[in-house]
């Protein structure tokens, strides 16, 4: 019996692991259908850190986005998470628009978001020179920051493992059966686990997860945003994160730096009936590229160096839908932006209605926190030559583009939570993540992922289950016939 089954490794699960794994005596398993965390929305998002104007006042996401965001960036320091509190401007395309400002202004202030300003066209642009010539105003948020979503979710994941937690991967939820004595029967992966009480971070199947258990109450209505990836070359364009003025199709498309030193631009807004659908198209970028020009005109779109998409886990409702579903049972569905930056809060808030309804929780002064991992690039020269002395590894660089060496990848091996597949390694390290977004290393690291787990080169995926890079060799041997 375990005291609490997680459906789903995005960041809503992590951040549920995280907090439970306080206390030493609990017995939390994290499971996710697919071969690594955080393959779901986590992943294909803006990877933006909300101030928090945004949300209606009294809602939950009102609630959490500010406290979660003031915890992403504690979190973030004490798990060795790129992150930066870059602010965030939201530009007023024409005199109307400088009344949604004023409203945003207002609710944001209702909301408890520090430090607010609304700025005219000229303090705009001594702050980005690059906005359009048809900005009128902007709203500033000094707490709107930018962190990596996927590594920051992986980090929570290998705390959460480093505590007791028991990840199980490529284990796919099929049934969820309440007993007489009110526990559960959740089978999962043909495994059937007995839990006292259960979680549903699904996200956009999370309206499936909650009718296995519960009366049907909501549905999912899958929302796909596309984006485009720049180069470093255009990351130097805005120093802050972009916005538009908000639509009822969401806040619209934005421009904005990444950790890493990139640019973004998007996302779209396009329901789709397929959760897992994460296909680009010419109509959507068409559309992100004709948008983001209004309010950074000067963006160089041939300097794109990947298109991708996102699925958020929009519902039939209004808010984020936080509550038990029924006795033992709660749902942590409908996470759409800001997710991301309420994530941490929402943890500490299912931590709270678990115990309203019978955990007991007693967090441990021997919570573990260490993460510390290595970034070659960004030592300084001793060091570096310092670590290639103890480990010749690390002299040997495999991504040219974003200078990723051997041992950086071979220490993705020592994790908690070691990778499957090659954008498992990216995820991990940034091998892949350049400009030639893996076209020279990738093979490199597909051959060490196979020597070092032992698999045949064939059997190294590129990420999820099955997405085979190879299927064998086109020619045995070498000598004439």
Request: glycine content about 10%; some cysteine; hydrophobic content about 40%.
């Amino acid at each position: 019996m375990v005291d609490v089954f997680i459906v789903g490794c995005g960041i809503v699960g992590a951040c549920a692991a995280y907090e439970l794994t306080k206390d030493k005596n609990l017995r939390v398993v994290l499971a996710d259908r697919e071969n690594d965390v955080a393959t779901g929305t986590t992943r294909a998002n803006s990877a933006i850190l909300h101030a928090g104007y945004d949300p209606q006042p009294g809602t939950l996401m009102a609630k959490l986005n500010v406290r979660g965001s003031m915890l992403a960036k504690e979190l973030c320091a004490k798990l060795d998470v790129p992150y930066k509190q870059v602010g965030s401007l939201v530009v007023a395309l024409n005199e109307t628009q400088k009344n949604i400002l004023r409203v945003l202004y207002a609710r944001g202030l209702e909301n408890g978001v520090p430090g607010l300003q609304l700025l005219d066209a000229a303090q705009a642009r001594t702050m980005e020179p690059e906005l359009s010539p048809s900005v009128t105003g902007a709203l500033y948020a000094p707490t709107a920051a930018i962190v990596c979503p996927w590594e920051f979710c992986l980090a929570l994941c290998e705390t959460a493992v480093k505590n007791g937690a028991q990840l199980k991967l490529n284990t796919e939820v099929t049934a969820i059966d309440r007993q007489a004595d009110g526990t559960f029967i959740v089978t999962a992966g043909g495994e059937q686990i007995a839990a006292r009480f259960v979680i549903n971070a699904a996200g956009v199947h999370s309206g499936v997860v909650h009718d296995m258990a519960a009366p049907h109450r909501f549905s999912i209505l899958p929302n796909k945003g596309e984006y485009y990836l720049f180069d470093k070359c255009e990351g130097g364009k805005v120093g802050h994160i972009i916005f538009q003025c908000p639509s009822a199709a969401g806040k619209g498309v934005l421009v904005a730096p990444t950790v890493d030193g990139n640019l973004l631009a998007g996302p779209d807004a396009q329901p789709v009936d397929d959760g897992e659908d994460v296909s680009t198209s010419s109509r959507g970028l068409a559309y992100v590229r004709e948008t983001a020009v209004k309010s950074v005109p000067g963006l160089v779109f041939r300097n794109s160096i990947r298109n991708f998409a996102g699925v958020r886990a929009t519902a039939d409702t209004d808010d984020f839908i936080i509550e038990e579903a029924v006795p033992g049972f709660f749902d942590a569905a409908a996470i759409k932006s800001p997710g991301l930056s309420s994530a941490p809060a929402i943890g500490e808030y299912l931590v709270t209605l678990l115990q309203k309804t019978g955990l007991s929780y007693h967090p441990s002064p021997q919570f573990t926190v260490q993460r510390k991992r290595i970034r070659f690039r960004e030592l300084p020269p001793e060091q570096r030559a310092a670590l290639i002395q103890e480990n010749p590894a690390y002299g040997r660089v495999i991504c040219r583009c974003e200078t990723i060496t051997e041992g950086e990848i071979l220490d993705t091996f020592k994790s908690p939570i070691p990778p499957v597949s090659v954008d498992g390694v990216k995820r991990r390290c940034g091998a892949g993540m350049g400009r030639c977004q893996g076209g020279f290393c990738g093979p490199l690291v597909q051959r060490l992922i196979a020597e070092t787990l032992d698999l045949p080169l064939e059997k190294v995926p590129q990420d999820r289950a099955e997405s085979w890079l190879v299927c064998g060799r086109t020619k045995e041997g070498g000598g004439a016939e």
